[in-house]
């Protein structure tokens, strides 16, 4: 056993001259398969042995406290923090540095094996962990790892939700992470909404990252829903303008007819006026539907009206004949209760609509719009 890796490459690295990967393929064509899995061999063990030695060298840097004084941008932070910590814990494991020199680990067994080897367990963990996978010595390291409550107490204190508007992008973007049991508290309601949500008769399933942020509108209008204030009632603002062209905005984010269309029926609408020079005249918020026709058919409507769907949370009232359809008048036959997710497949936003008489519990079917011109014959 040398005490220094040795290069093996032949002739391709001796030419002068920039490296042609193309060329080097070419030549190796040539070759036997068995001579091409030698080398593919050998390249892994000068790998590993390159790897030893730099974890070596990253041990002496590290005790003179030379590492991290020059960031190394071709590293990534998490793997230089596993050089770091493999390279002092390999000290003490002569026989594990051994058995990834003469080939036996590889750099991935390597790394999990010198969190749970002592130097009592050195010899046997070089002889185990050559026929352990690198997942499963992952495990092992995980289980061996103590979470001491300092640990525990770093993690709540880690943790945070924030969200931000981009009023230009017409989106609200957020980032968060949460400790353990609150993480994996979220995470599997979220996964289990979206379960849920299944797409209507014949149609396809959403994307789980669609359906997981639809989940997470539910929960936020399920709170909503519960809280008897009407605070988190959308308020959709109508500006006009000395012209008479109007535009609408929600919180400040200007949006589109079609979603104002969807919301008219279940939100307050605040009428403002922008004169020649640009003064503001708002006037007080209205709700666009009568409180009793809303109560009418929220008492009519125990669930979705869209066929098939039981859900029962958070429904929102949904016009059939869409107002650029001349569809605003606030007839209850025109009128159905629909959860958000199926809110959102039907028109304005989305290609289907609800057919027939709302009045009727039976009456409702849900089209394609393809299939069904608006000015034809109901199907
Ligand atoms: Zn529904």
């Known amino acids: ?3 220094q890796p040795v290069s093996t490459f032949d002739q391709a690295s001796e030419d002068a001259g920039e490296y042609d990967f193309g060329a080097r393929v070419d030549a190796l064509r040539c070759r036997s398969t068995k001579s091409l899995r030698t080398v593919v061999a050998d390249a892994r063990r000068e790998q590993q042995r390159w ?4 974890l070596a060298a990253t041990r002496v840097l590290d005790d003179r406290q030379a590492l991290d004084v020059v960031p190394d941008s071709t590293v990534s932070a998490r793997t230089a923090k596993t050089n770091r910590e493999v390279a002092r814990s390999l000290e003490s494991l002569p026989k594990i540095a051994a058995a990834a020199w003469d080939g036996d680990l590889t750099k991935d067994q390597l ?4 969190e749970v ?3 009592a367990t ?7 962990g050559r026929s352990m996978a690198p997942v499963d010595l992952q495990r092992q390291a995980r289980a061996a790892r103590t979470v001491t409550a300092a640990d525990a107490e770093a993690r709540r204190a880690a943790r945070y939700v924030t969200s931000w508007r981009d009023s230009e992008q017409g989106m609200v973007f957020g980032r968060w992470a949460l400790p353990d049991v ?3 508290l979220v995470e599997k309601v979220l996964d289990h909404m979206a379960e849920r949500m299944r797409p209507a008769k014949g149609m396809p399933w959403d994307s789980l990252a669609h359906r997981k942020a639809d989940a997470f509108v539910e929960l936020a209008t399920n709170y909503a829903d519960v809280e008897p204030t009407g605070r988190f009632r959308v308020e959709i603002v109508q500006i006009t303008d000395h012209r008479g062209e109007s535009v609408c905005e929600i919180a400040g984010i200007p949006v589109a007819g079609e979603t104002v269309t969807a919301l008219r029926p279940n939100a307050k609408v605040r009428e403002a006026v922008l004169d020649r020079s640009g003064t503001r005249t708002t006037r007080r918020p209205r709700t666009d539907l009568p409180t009793d026709v809303d109560r009418h058919v929220r008492r009519r409507d125990r669930h979705c009206r869209v066929p098939g769907c039981e859900a029962t949370r958070g429904l929102q009232i949904h016009h059939c004949r869409p107002v650029c359809d001349h569809g605003d008048s606030h007839d209850p036959t025109e009128l159905a209760g629909v959860c958000p997710p199926h809110h959102h497949i039907l028109e304005p936003h989305g290609p289907y609509r609800l057919v027939g008489d709302a009045e009727d519990p039976e009456g409702l079917k849900l089209v394609h719009r393809d299939d069904c011109p608006r000015d034809g014959p109901a199907p």
């Open 1 to 3: 056993m040398s005490s």
């Open 51 to 54: 790897y030893l030695e730099e």
């Open 111 to 114: 790394q999990p094996i010198t």
């Open 117 to 119: 080897a002592t130097s």
């Open 122 to 128: 050195d010899a046997e963990w070089a002889e185990r």
């Open 182 to 184: 609150d993480g994996i």
